[in-house]
């Protein structure tokens, strides 16, 4: 008898090999890191051939063939070695400022380069390369050529940074699922939407920047309800505060800049010593032959951290502000992120403001990536999801467009989840005005100048119309990666025009938080934006006032249009009168007062339509 034959069934793993592969990469300012969702649905750490995890996100161009990480910070180039570029992007020459590090920077075309021995080259390039590194090493790593990923961005990245982080992901080949916000991808390796409804804090302290987000979870929802921090505080500001004492321990205070860069490695070392250890003894000897001895135990550390810990409670209490919550009952969790959140200083601090204990059981450093290969792996993997669930992020400035007098009209506030469509009508300023230009702006003034301007663009062929009639709806959409689509449509013959926001010069981190700043301030200090409105309000009324007087003189008597144009003279010393209540009552007045002539001006123009027409043609 002849058997039949049974194939064998088919392998679990072959059938899980058959996942879409993609990656998860943490593009950071002092380390990158990349990670996919392995066999068993987990998300894994891609190391480097040496099992390191984290890659220092430094490039070296000293000849043709670049070099990345750990191999280029070997090579001791300062010059051509570059290190910090992801605060570089989407930044022009003109922004450059003491904060950023010194290169030798230079402007091609107005576009910012750094120079090197082998070339000029712009910090999107040098990120497109340490892209390109960490595809290459994934790609290594998991026998397959990967396209598709997900990459994370500071929650606060304008539209001009994230296009820029797009544009090196494209030039290093790679598909970019989506941007990804980091305190959300710390929350999506959490799985914190597994967890019970309601709010988290993410504090993420990396090398040189401080974030701090509120994310709020609701029936399997994320929300992010505020984001703060201070881009010139890190890891790095901690190593300076203790380079700073050592130095002043100096009996010889003839320190080159060799010395000084060695106490700052010695500091970045102690620093790092001390996160396990309860004590760290040093000794220094510079250049001149003296020694600078001594130690470092927690309690020194923290007196001369003092005030960078006093900025991080600065920070946190904004972003707690802005959020409308509670700080001691609402939080649930709160989720380190970030190598510096390792110092038990940081953790006490947490502890301090929260009164509650931090997750940390996820390594701080490579959080970020994890959550990034989990979502990567979700949205090309749809079929395995069980949770379907929803992230959203939300926008860093409020966005909007200029209106007269040189106003900006928000549209999308601060903070506001994305994505997001908000639709606001507007209307001309002029009779017959046959176009518009529509001019698009991000800040938190209420002032033009005070603003960033994104876009330019025109809306043509508007059908001539009574200044006030035509409506033109303007229209703002912001996708899940925070990019912005601005179109405006005349309604009644459905002209439109639309721009995608590609800023070429957009805000430097530092900007936005200057931004949010300055306004809270000029709130504070009772600045009026209704006094402008007033302004406004009595020019038109000024305006149309004299426009009427000009067409229709001879509807009144010669003394009452004498009194009207005395009373225009008048009002016009107004305008910029910062007294609104004055400003109200000369508006009254003016309105009052011309009632008569706008009466006898309705009835004349009445008058004349119907005059010699046949009743039934009415
Ligand atoms: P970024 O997000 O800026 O790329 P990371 O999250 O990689 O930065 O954090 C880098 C910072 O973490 C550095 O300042 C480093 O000194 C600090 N760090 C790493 N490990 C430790 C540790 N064990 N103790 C204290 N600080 C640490
Ligand atoms: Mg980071």
């Not at 605060?87 to 576009?111: A, C, D, H, L, Q």
């Not at 999506?188 to 979870?217: M, P, Q």
């Not at 009639?469 to 899940?480: L, T």
């Amino acid at each position: 008898m002849t058997l039949l034959q049974i194939s064998e069934p088919e392998n679990q793993d072959n059938k899980i090999l058959k996942r879409n592969l993609s990656i998860g990469i943490d593009l950071g300012t002092t380390n990158s890191l990349v990670a996919f969702v392995n066999n068993s649905l987990k998300p894994e750490i891609i190391c480097d051939d040496n099992g390191h995890p984290l890659i220092p996100s430094v490039v070296n161009y000293s000849s043709k063939e670049f070099v990345v990480g750990k191999d280029a910070l070997k090579l001791l180039d300062d010059v051509n070695t570059i290190s910090s570029f992801k605060r570089f992007m989407g930044v022009s020459i003109e922004e450059i400022n003491e904060n950023f590090p010194t290169y030798n920077f230079v402007s091609e075309n107005n576009i910012l380069k750094i120079h090197t021995k082998s070339f000029n080259i712009t910090p999107v390039e040098i990120s497109a390369d340490l892209l390109s590194y960490l595809k290459k090493l994934a790609e290594n790593k998991l026998h397959e050529k990967i396209n598709d990923a997900v990459i994370t961005v500071p929650a606060y990245f304008d539209e001009r940074q994230r296009q820029a982080t797009r544009d090196a992901a494209n030039l290093a080949g790679l598909n970019v699922l989506r941007l990804l916000n980091e305190p959300t991808a710390a929350a999506i390796a959490y799985g914190l939407e597994n967890s019970t409804d309601g709010t988290h804090v993410v504090f993420d302290l990396g090398g040189g920047t401080f974030d701090i987000s509120i994310v709020k979870l609701h029936d399997g929802i994320f929300d992010v309800l505020s984001t703060f921090g201070n881009t010139t505080l890190g890891g790095n500001d901690f190593d300076e505060a203790i380079a700073n004492y050592i130095t002043s321990l100096a009996i010889n205070k003839n320190i080159s800049c060799k010395d000084k860069r060695n106490i700052l490695i010695k500091s970045k070392f102690i620093r790092e010593f001390l996160t396990n250890n309860e004590n760290c003894e040093f000794k220094i000897v510079l250049e001149n032959g003296h020694a600078i001895c001594g130690s470092m135990d927690h309690i020194l550390f923290k007196k001369i951290s003092e005030p960078l810990l006093n900025k991080i409670k600065i920070c946190v209490h904004q972003a707690i502000k802005d959020s409308r919550l509670d700080i001691k009952e609402d939080i649930l969790n709160i989720v380190m992120v970030g190598g510096a959140t390792r110092m038990p200083i940081i953790r006490e601090l947490v502890v301090d403001i929260f009164n509650k204990e931090p997750l940390i059981n996820i390594d701080p450093d490579k959080v970020v990536s994890l959550g990034a290969a989990l979502q990567a792996d979700r949205l090309v993997n749809n079929n395995h999801i069980e949770n379907n669930w929803l992230l959203m992020d939300v926008t860093p400035l409020s966005l909007g467009i200029e209106t007269m007098g040189g106003l900006f009209e928000k549209i999308v506030p601060r903070n506001s989840k994305i994505p997001i469509l908000v639709k606001q009508e507007f209307t001309t300023m002029k009779n017959n005005q046959r176009s518009m230009s529509i001019h698009v702006l991000q800040g938190e003034s209420d002032l033009v100048t005070e603003c960033r301007s994104l876009a330019y663009f025109e809306l043509n062929d508007i059908p001539p119309m009574l200044s006030g009639i035509p409506r033109i709806e303007v229209i703002f959409q912001i996708d899940a990666d925070g990019l912005l689509q601005v179109s405006a449509r005349e309604t009644t013959k459905n002209i439109e025009s639309r721009i995608v926001v590609k800023p070429s010069n957009g805000l430097t981190n530092e900007e936005i938080r200057l931004m949010i700043q300055k306004n809270s301030l000029s709130r504070d200090n009772g600045f009026n934006r209704l006094l402008l409105e007033k302004q406004l309000e009595l020019q038109k009324l000024i305006a149309t006032i004299e426009d009427a007087v000009n067409q229709d003189p001879y509807v009144i008597s010669e003394n009452e249009l004498s009194n009207i144009k005395n009373l225009l003279i008048e009002a016009k010393k107004y305008i910029h009168d910062s007294n609104i209540n004055l400003i109200e009552s000369i508006i009254n007045d003016l309105s009052t007062k011309t009632e008569n002539f706008a009466i006898l001006r309705m009835n004349y123009h009445i008058r004349n339509s119907l005059f010699k027409k046949n009743i039934l043609d009415i």
